[in-house]
């Protein structure tokens, strides 16, 4: 009995060194800490990539793309008819400056006849400046020869104006909007508007124009363009509230459109209230 109890004892004691799943379990631990480890490391790069600090011309590049593209008012004048008509915002790069500033031309038009704009613009976007407490400068500028540039966006790229061409085709200042990043939980992105006593405007009896922009995700723009007479009387621009541009599903307007990824600019309720040839 106990000889068989002895021989018992050393059969146990020897099965771990026979055990034939010892090696794939050493193995097996070793994978595990690799894989700890690789997971640790990416996290640390996903975390460093996240918390890298956004420059200045990140902020602008980011605003001038999502100024660019098509977008229109559709389920605004369908929720408000009386007040807000469909309209087309279409913009796309242009040239950019020696600064590094983008410049992108924009036109409006109502959505049954997009390639009859009635408001052409170049925009200029880049950072604001340091001593600012702002983000982005959004800039409008008149076209010298306006009629050249109708249906830029629509063209192949070989008919359109080269850059060049573009600068030299930047007319008088209208604008400047100065936007802020957003706080986060907000829906948009970057906000901003004209300063308090806006720019010089003259359409339809005003004497001057102010305006406000926001962008927000999903490259979704909301601008509210107003003018005031002498006395701080609206004479024109939508009343109740910004416009509402959004890109559209391409599909929705196969029948009147071409498939653009460009986006709209706002309006007023009305064309006589909106600075269509005029800011």
């Not at 408001?119 to 976007?125: D, E, I």
């Amino acid at each position: 009995m106990s000889t068989g109890s002895g021989s018992g004892s050393e059969s146990k004691s020897s099965e771990p060194d026979f055990n034939p799943n010892s090696s794939s379990n050493g193995w097996g631990k070793a994978r595990g800490v690799v894989l700890k480890s690789l997971v640790l490391i990416g996290g640390a790069l996903l975390l460093k990539r996240l918390t890298k600090s956004t420059t200045r011309w990140d902020h602008a590049r980011i605003v001038a793309q999502s100024l660019a593209g098509e977008k229109f008012s559709r389920e605004q004048a369908s929720r408000d008819p009386d007040n807000y008509f469909n309209l087309r915002w279409l913009s796309c790069p242009a040239a950019e400056m020696v600064d590094g500033s983008k410049v992108l031309y924009f036109e409006q038009a109502f959505w049954r006849t997009p390639h009859k704009p009635y408001r052409q613009r170049f925009y200029m976007v880049k950072p604001c400046p340091k001593e600012m407490k702002c983000d982005v400068e959004v800039s409008t500028h008149a076209i010298r020869d306006a009629e050249e540039y109708k249906n830029f966006c629509d063209r192949p790229k070989d008919q359109r104006p080269e850059p060049e061409e573009v600068i030299g085709d930047i007319a008088e200042h209208l604008t400047t909007i100065h936007l802020k990043r957003c706080d986060r939980g907000k829906r948009c992105l970057y906000e901003g508007s004209t300063q308090p006593d806006g720019f010089p405007n003259t359409w339809n009896g005003a004497a001057y124009c102010t305006s406000e922009l926001s962008v927000l995700k999903n490259n979704e723009v909301h601008i509210w363009d107003r003018g005031y007479d002498e006395e701080g009387n609206q004479v024109w621009g939508a009343k109740g509230g910004p416009y509402e541009f959004k890109p559209a599903p391409a599909s929705s307007f196969d029948d009147m459109f071409s498939p653009l990824n460009f986006p709209p600019q706002p309006l007023e309720k009305r064309i006589q209230g909106s600075f269509v040839l005029q800011e």
